[in-house]
Antibody, heavy 126, light 107 residues
Framework: QVQLQQWGAGLLKPSETLSLSCAVY????????WSWIRQPPGKGLEWIEE???????NFNPSLKSRVTVSVDTSKNQFSLKLTSVTAADTAVYYC????????????????????WGKGITVTVSS | DIQMTQSPSSLSASVGDRVTITCRAS??????LNWYQQKPGKAPKLLIY???SLQSGVPSRFSGSGSGPDFTLTISSLQPEDFATYSC?????????FGQGTRVEVK
């Protein structure tokens, strides 16, 4: 059973860089995309960006200018960097696997986040 | 970006009640709609994908329906462990987007 373990700094000052990592246990990075998702206090989920084992990414334009995601296949882990943080970046940050299933017709796939890390609370405060 | 709007934002229900939550996309997303359950301090858990397919291990009292812009999550008989927040997500096109969540509370 695939599990994701996250780590990183939980308290940052404005203008600093958020840095989080997520290790994949019980499975390989191959064949999936791996996402970063965040949830501000009392608000809904926001998808940030995803990456696959070869480094191909899909991103959220609202954050792209400040976000870098990377993958380290030798360590079976992937990482997130978010620069120039402000209080608006205070949130619980999750890593997640994007799984997929073929439709009944079989001509395309459904995609979903089926494995999640436990989340890390990141607080930006001076 | 595709906007996902859930209603209601919260509801109060009792054990045994039938509960229905709706999700509307700002454009057609075919059946590329997922539902998640989230309990306080925990990560979301996938319940339904492809609008109506039950994720492995999820109780059959959960069901999903709909296509295009309008979708529904139904809990046929609410159990004590079902009090939580439910969120929809579209995976029709990036950026993947979520609804704001519906909190199911004890009546």
């Amino acid at each position: 059973q695939v599990q994701l373990q996250q780590w990183g700094a939980g308290l940052l000052k404005p203008s600093e860089t958020l840095s989080l990592s997520c290790a994949v246990y019980g499975g390989s990075l191959s064949d999936y995309y791996w996402s970063w998702i965040r949830q501000p206090p009392g608000k809904g989920l926001e998808w940030i960006e995803e990456i696959n084992h070869s480094g191909s990414t899909n991103f959220n334009p609202s954050l792209k200018s400040r976000v870098t995601v990377s993958v380290d296949t030798s360590k079976n882990q992937f990482s997130l960097k978010l620069t120039s943080v402000t209080a608006a970046d205070t949130a619980v940050y999750y890593c997640a696997r994007r799984g997929r299933s073929k439709t009944i017709i079989g001509d395309y796939y459904y995609h979903y986040m089926d494995v999640w890390g436990k989340g890390i609370t990141v607080t930006v405060s001076s | 970006d595709i906007q996902m709007t859930q209603s209601p934002s919260s509801l109060s229900a009792s054990v045994g009640d039938r509960v229905t939550i709706t999700c509307r996309a700002s454009q057609s997303i075919s059946s590329h709609l997922n539902w998640y359950q989230q309990k306080p301090g925990k990560a979301p858990k996938l319940l339904i994908y492809g609008a109506s397919s039950l994720q492995s291990g999820v109780p059959s009292r959960f069901s999903g329906s709909g296509s295009g812009p309008d979708f529904t999550l139904t809990i046929s008989s609410l159990q004590p462990e079902d009090f939580a927040t439910y969120s929809c997500q579209q995976t029709f096109t990036t950026p993947w987007t979520f609804g704001q969540g519906t909190r199911v509370e004890v009546k």
